[in-house]
């Protein structure tokens, strides 16, 4: 439900045109969807959690502190645990508790929901550009060919030792970026800005579509080209470069570089290379 573009987002006061579509009505009735399964979910986390306790928990022997005690339950390892467990035992920032049940359905989410369609686009586009510039492709497969072999695939491990990987996934990123026009944000207050005034409550967008193809910043910038990046590797997305702008730089982008680069080296794409 994030790709539809709904026009209230961009001309605030034809907002009325997304609710009368019934989109919000679908998206609340999603949103309380997930959160019941999320909450089912986690209420069996928690009995599964109390019934190991339960199965756990010693009389105290005779002679030994609570502070013995404690230390020889932290040192227990449960090799079933995952990702939820750690979030629920994980102490909240305050240091009086654990994290809410919110804050850790609120995760789930985002590891599950967000970037799923950002990270297919990518992916599509780096495939796609790879596939009309074999030469890039070429070169590719031959980092990857040294790098890693042909008898398995790349890790994450790997990413730091694949520059041109590196290289290909950000000119991928700015030729075709996951949010051209970046994610909405609102001013919570009157701002100044190279002179023009802005009121408090104004929506802004960042035209990233058009900054990362401007002729006056990028040279040759239509063209796919992944060594401008090989020239210069201090450009990156993280915030940095203003040349260069992913609003969804993060763990997602990973997933996309480490995806481009596994597809690459276990098909080859009927490259002669492989």
Not at 120 to 144: D, F
Not at 194 to 202: A, I, N, Q, V
Request: charged residues 25%; proline residues 6%; hydrophobic residues 40%.
């Amino acid at each position: 439900m994030s790709a539809p573009l709904l026009i209230g987002d961009f001309i605030p006061w034809l907002n009325w045109v997304t609710t009368m579509s019934g989109f919000k009505a679908r998206m609340n009735k999603a949103k309380a969807n997930i959160d019941s399964f999320l909450q089912t979910f986690l209420e069996f986390k928690k009995s599964k959690l109390m019934q190991q306790q339960k199965i756990q928990k010693k009389p105290q022997a005779a002679g030994s502190t609570n502070e013995e005690e404690h230390a020889d339950e932290e040192q227990q390892f449960d090799p079933e645990a995952d990702l939820v467990d750690a979030l629920m035992a994980q102490r909240s920032e305050d240091g009086k508790g654990n994290l809410s049940e919110d804050s850790v359905k609120g995760i789930i989410q985002d590891m599950l929901l967000a970037g799923t369609d950002t990270n297919s686009l990518t992916v599509g586009w780096g495939l796609a550009e790879l596939l009309r510039n074999p030469i890039v492709m070429t070169k590719l497969q031959n980092e990857l060919d040294t790098v890693i072999g042909k008898d398995r695939i790349v890790t994450e491990t790997d990413l730091p030792h694949l520059p041109y990987l590196e290289a290909v996934t950000k000119e991928v990123l700015r030729l075709h970026p996951t949010a051209p026009l970046g994610i909405p944000h609102e001013s919570m207050q009157v701002t100044r800005v190279l002179g023009f005034k802005f009121p408090s409550k104004t929506r802004l967008f960042a035209n990233i579509y058009a900054i990362q193809r401007d002729p006056m910043v990028w040279e040759r910038p239509l063209e796919f080209d992944p060594e401008r990046f090989i020239k210069n590797p201090e450009i990156n997305a993280r915030g940095n470069c203003l040349q260069l702008i992913d609003t969804l730089w993060s763990w997602s982008t990973y997933v996309s570089w480490n995806a481009i680069g596994c597809l690459v080296c276990a098909t080859g794409f009927g490259s002669p290379c492989t």
